[in-house]
């Protein structure tokens, strides 16, 4: 299994139906392909959309219903589109109940960097502030490492989006929250050792009493 | 509300204007309108949208067309075009978490000063910006903004300028018709008055300055 499969497997258990949930771009997005087949979740698109549903077949796009990307989406039974406004306030009002979003780095307290690289990327930060500020809960999808440097780090080194702290991190290696103000330990990705997340990891990690297997 | 020919519409816009552009990422902009401010040749424009969607798309055509000096968005990731100007100080650019823009915008529209939000909070979105504490939580300030000129696009125009959108259209459209002195609409069809029902309507008549003729 890839690294981005893994992760997004095991986010899609977090799901339960009823549950409205906004996906940021790029493995965030692979999350909505695992939704289990007994549970039904409401997606919500920051363009202005709940409800939406998968890409269109061939001949059925509508150049009007799209996703955060821009991109041709369907809209499932029950769907409802609303202005930007109304979108934000879903999230900043606390009533999307979780939102998963891709890192450059999350650090030993949970804060989570991922909208610049000063001097490389400065693509602003569309609606990840929000969103990070604002939902329920905030699950980061990322891999465990960049170019061989951790990405789960003492402190971040690129900018914050958020002064409020992520609820946990998914990687291809582990799952840790940072529920307690610590990192903890507590889930390992099938067939991975504690020490081989440890090495991979800069911050300091608090192993969980009930340290699992994640279950994919 | 009066219909104009697209061309007299663009031509009331002078250069140096500020305007705020309904759509994101292109979806929801009306095009025509954007075509003909590059047709025009309008310079030194400030442009208040979400994004600047992509080169020659929305009103990334206005960045291609150098129609812009100052643009207010929350996102330039797609357009490599605004990136390059900015870099060449072509531009200036002043990103707004989306959310906060968009309150900004409706606080212009409804006689605000601004909003308090605790989006960009310990961030670098809050340099510069006044903290008030509310109950316990902190909050930035974040100021209204308002445009000389709204441009809209709806699904549906009536006669008399009521408006409604279409799906993931709407965005910014109804909140920025309310945020400018003079509000311009472009509309896929321009219907009787009554074929939008009242409770459909999203953007009453009054608001409308100048729906553009169609055809």
């Given at each position: 299994?890839?690294?981005?499969?893994?992760?997004?497997?095991?986010?899609?258990?977090?799901?339960?139906?009823?549950?409205?949930?906004?996906?940021?771009?790029?493995?965030?997005?692979?999350?909505?392909?695992?939704?289990?087949?007994?549970?039904?979740?409401?997606?919500?698109?920051?363009?202005?959309?709940?409800?939406?549903?998968?890409?269109?077949?061939?001949?059925?796009?509508?150049?009007?219903?799209?996703?955060?990307?821009?991109?041709?989406?369907?809209?499932?039974?029950?769907?409802?589109?609303?202005?930007?406004?109304?979108?934000?306030?879903?999230?900043?009002?606390?009533?999307?109940?979780?939102?998963?979003?891709?890192?450059?780095?999350?650090?030993?307290?949970?804060?989570?960097?991922?909208?610049?690289?000063?001097?490389?990327?400065v693509?602003g930060m569309?609606?990840?502030?929000?969103?990070?500020?604002?939902?329920?809960?905030?699950?980061?999808?990322?891999?465990?490492?960049?170019?061989?440097?951790?990405?789960?780090?003492?402190?971040?080194?690129?900018?914050?989006?958020?002064?409020?702290?992520?609820?946990?991190?998914?990687?291809?290696?582990?799952?840790?929250?940072?529920?307690?103000?610590?990192?903890?330990?507590?889930?390992?990705?099938?067939?991975?050792?504690?020490?081989?997340?440890?090495?991979?990891?800069?911050?300091?990690?608090?192993?969980?009493?009930?340290?699992?297997?994640?279950?994919? | 509300?009066?219909?104009?020919?697209?061309?007299?519409?663009?031509?009331?816009?002078?250069?140096?204007?500020r305007?705020v552009?309904?759509?994101?990422?292109?979806?929801?902009?009306?095009?025509?309108?954007?075509?003909?401010?590059?047709?025009?040749?309008?310079?030194?424009?400030t442009l208040i949208a979400n994004d600047t969607?992509?080169?020659?798309?929305?009103?990334?055509?206005?960045?291609?067309?150098?129609?812009v000096r100052h643009v207010i968005v929350s996102h330039i990731?797609?357009?490599?075009?605004t990136?390059?100007?900015m870099?060449?100080?072509?531009v200036t650019v002043e990103l707004v978490p989306q959310?906060t823009l968009?309150?900004r915008i409706?606080?212009?529209?409804?006689?605000?000063?601004?909003?308090?939000?605790?989006?960009g909070?310990?961030?670098l979105v809050?340099q510069g910006k006044?903290?008030?504490?509310?109950?316990?939580?902190?909050?930035?300030?974040e100021t209204?903004l308002?445009a000389?000129?709204?441009?809209?696009?709806?699904?549906?125009?009536?006669?008399?300028?009521?408006?409604?959108?279409?799906?993931?259209?709407?965005?910014?459209?109804?909140?920025?018709?309310?945020?400018?002195?003079?509000?311009?609409?472009?509309?896929?069809?321009?219907?009787?008055?009554?074929?939008?029902?009242?409770?459909?309507?999203?953007?009453?008549?009054?608001?409308?300055?100048?729906?553009?003729?169609?055809?």
């Amino acid at each position: 299994m890839d690294p981005s499969t893994v992760i997004a497997k095991r986010i899609a258990r977090e799901l339960k139906s009823g549950m409205l949930v906004n996906l940021g771009i790029g493995i965030p997005t692979l999350v909505a392909g695992f939704e289990p087949p007994d549970v039904q979740v409401f997606f919500h698109s920051e363009n202005g959309l709940i409800g939406t549903g998968a890409i269109p077949a061939e001949g059925m796009a509508h150049p009007t219903l799209t996703d955060a990307g821009g991109r041709p989406v369907t809209a499932l039974p029950g769907a409802s589109t609303f202005d930007s406004a109304i979108s934000f306030g879903f999230m900043r009002g606390g009533h999307v109940d979780v939102t998963v979003l891709g890192g450059l780095q999350v650090d030993q307290q949970g804060h989570l960097a991922n909208w610049m690289i000063p001097g490389k990327m400065v693509p602003g930060m569309g609606g990840a502030m929000d969103l990070a500020t604002g939902a329920k809960r905030v699950i980061v999808a990322m891999q465990h490492m960049a170019k061989g440097q951790p990405k789960i780090v003492n402190t971040c080194t690129l900018p914050i989006t958020s002064a409020r702290r992520v609820d946990c991190v998914v990687t291809e290696l582990a799952l840790i929250r940072f529920a307690s103000g610590n990192a903890v330990l507590a889930e390992i990705a099938p067939g991975v050792s504690v020490d081989e997340v440890m090495a991979a990891t800069e911050a300091e990690l608090v192993v969980s009493d009930d340290l699992c297997e994640m279950q994919l | 509300m009066k219909t104009v020919p697209l061309a007299d519409a663009v031509a009331m816009i002078p250069d140096g204007a500020r305007i705020v552009v309904g759509g994101f990422l292109s979806v929801g902009t009306p095009d025509r309108l954007m075509d003909e401010l590059v047709r025009q040749r309008k310079r030194d424009l400030t442009l208040i949208a979400n994004d600047t969607a992509r080169p020659g798309v929305g009103v990334g055509k206005l960045v291609d067309a150098k129609c812009v000096r100052h643009v207010i968005v929350s996102h330039i990731g797609t357009n490599p075009e605004t990136q390059r100007q900015m870099m060449a100080h072509e531009v200036t650019v002043e990103l707004v978490p989306q959310g906060t823009l968009i309150e900004r915008i409706r606080a212009g529209g409804y006689g605000l000063g601004g909003v308090l939000t605790p989006t960009g909070v310990g961030t670098l979105v809050e340099q510069g910006k006044q903290k008030i504490e509310v109950e316990g939580t902190t909050y930035l300030l974040e100021t209204a903004l308002k445009a000389d000129f709204a441009l809209v696009h709806a699904f549906l125009a009536d006669y008399q300028g009521n408006l409604a959108y279409a799906l993931t259209a709407r965005n910014y459209n109804p909140v920025v018709a309310m945020a400018a002195e003079t509000v311009i609409a472009t509309a896929d069809h321009i219907v009787p008055v009554g074929v939008i029902a009242p409770d459909h309507v999203v953007t009453p008549a009054p608001l409308v300055d100048y729906i553009v003729a169609n055809g």
